[in-house]
């Protein structure tokens, strides 16, 4: 029988350490145990033990007997290797839990959120590579309409926003409020829900957003004309940063409070799923600031590397190819 993940939960005013996994029962705390912990950041693995309340262990066998029947009538396949009867297997499922076990400091990467001189301008906090696993998970739940992935990505997630006192200088100790980048009106036809707020929305169901961490959802996107339309999939550097410019627009209401009242001196975190040039951060970031938030940085998903960053260079005959005197004696000949 599978091995699930302990019942007990931390208390709603519990900090970021109760998400940290307990210390095993068989290993005795150390000076050198400790100082490999503090040199290897916050602890982000998870307890997969048996559960020690028979009731707990009945919810579970229950919990596992209820997705056996649903993928015997509706069956199901994992999402990276293709095994049966698994949204995502064991196997995949410890994969994604490696490549997410480490959050890391992305912007680097993102040509939008460096300036000429080469300082950072929106610091963006990253849970892993967009590569393997968590690729594939990443595009089933997002493209695939595969939402049963949404607690998976949502624990790991909850690794991300652990780490965000540590990564980004100046959150300790504060109160946060996560504002997601909201879907385009044609992804949410295509879709039917928005992939970003819904994560947020596992991570509340499952009680794993810290003391402090608020989610606000108060940002839109701006309706276009339908021939001003282009996705960002497919663009160059420039283009996605052209194609996002003044896209967003604060809401009127969120949850029947003014978003003007509640980004007022607020300490914000700008939440996607995956950055590329980080123009769509960018965007949102510029957009909050005007409406008087603190923007401290952004937390994605996964980094995945910018177009066109590893093309090689075009030869010269191919450039002179394409100049424009070759174009209009082709043209006129």
Known sequence: MERYRSASRPPDDAGPAALRPPASRHAAPTAGN???????????????GRPRRWWARSVFWWDGAWRDFLYLVMPAECVSCGSDDSALCADCSAGLRRLTRRPFRAEGTADALMSVFGHTTLPVVAVG???????????????????????????AMARGIVSLPALVPGLEGRELLLVPVPSTGSGWRSRGYDPVALLLRCLSAERRLPHGVAVAPVLAVRPRLPW??????????????????????????????????????????????????????????????????????????????APDQSAPAAPPERLAKNSFGQKMNKRFR
């Open 129 to 155: 590579d967009y590569r393997d696993v968590l690729a594939s998970a990443i595009l089933a739940f997002k493209n695939h309409g595969r939402t049963e992935l949404g607690p998976l990505l949502g624990r």
């Open 34 to 48: 400790s100082a490999a912990a503090r040199a290897n950041g916050p602890s982000t693995g998870m307890h997969r």
């Open 228 to 305: 001003r339309r282009r996705h960002q999939k497919g663009l160059g550097r420039s283009a996605r940063r052209a194609n996002v410019r003044n896209s967003m627009r604060i809401r009127r209401r969120c949850r029947g409070i003014r978003p003007a009242r509640l980004l007022a001196g607020a300490a914000v975190v700008v939440v996607d799923d995956v950055l590329t040039t980080g123009s769509t951060a960018r965007e949102a970031a510029r957009t909050l600031e005007a409406a008087g938030a603190v923007v401290c940085g952004a937390l994605v998903l996964a980094a995945a590397r």
